[in-house]
């Protein structure tokens, strides 16, 4: 007997995803077991539903893909994902596909092309639409300038720019840190500056991109 494949569907589009699930039902071998509009969502719902593939939008409100990668890591949730991506979130594909995403399907393509998908990662195995393919090899090429990113930022600078991605404010962090507010005020902007963005919620992106915000908080030396 053919087993059934338990997919959950994250995106915030409610149309695009009722059409995937109304797709995706009419298959012998698939069943929706769950959907969520934002990464927040996904999370309370993976506690308490057994799945074996989650398609993922990678851009959605309060939690999109990239950030929700790093939490089911930390919450220990089985990584079987397939990212919904559209052709502008190619910068978050590196960090996706480091954090152990299995597959990734252009929200352009058509239905088969994201079943087979489907198939392919619930079998063992990593699928990449072809379109998307070129997208992140052009992604990796670029990797190595983020790391050159990080390495421009001292010790503290990394830990500010960690607890900013993980939602704290500037006060928040200087009672977590035993700074003052001024000092952490400078080492927000001397990130801003190194790593050439225009504002706080751009450098956190940088942060999750790069893999920073999802180290253990034992990454930094007390």
């Known amino acids: 007997m053919e087993k059934t494949i338990r997919v959950l569907v994250v995106d915030d589009h409610a149309i695009f995803r009722t059409g995937v699930i109304n797709t995706l039902s009419l298959e012998d071998d698939i069943e929706v077991v769950g959907e969520a509009g934002d990464g927040l969502e996904a999370l309370e719902l993976m506690r308490k539903v057994n799945f074996d593939v989650a398609l993922v939008d990678v851009t959605m409100p309060r939690m999109g893909g990239v950030e929700l990668m790093g939490k089911m890591e930390e919450a220990g949730f089985a990584r079987s994902v397939i990212a919904l991506t559209a052709l502008e979130d190619d910068r978050d594909m590196v960090f996706l596909s480091k954090a152990g995403v299995k ?4 929200k352009t393509s058509g239905f088969d092309e994201l079943i087979s998908a489907i198939r392919t990662v619930s079998g063992g195995d990593n699928y990449v639409d072809s379109r998307a393919a070129g997208k992140l090899l ?70 999750w991109r790069s893999g920073l915000a999802s180290k253990d908080p034992s990454f930094f030396k007390d």
């Open 138 to 207: 052009n992604c990796f090429s670029e990797d190595s300038s983020r790391e050159r990113g990080m390495s421009r930022l001292s010790e503290r600078e990394l830990e500010v720019l960690y607890w900013l991605a993980q939602g704290l404010n500037g006060q928040d962090i200087a009672e977590r840190l035993s700074l003052s507010d001024k000092t952490v005020k400078n080492h927000i902007s001397h990130i801003l500056a190194k790593l050439g963005v225009s504002d706080r919620t751009q450098a956190v992106a940088w942060a």
């Open 103 to 106: 597959g990734f399907v252009l």
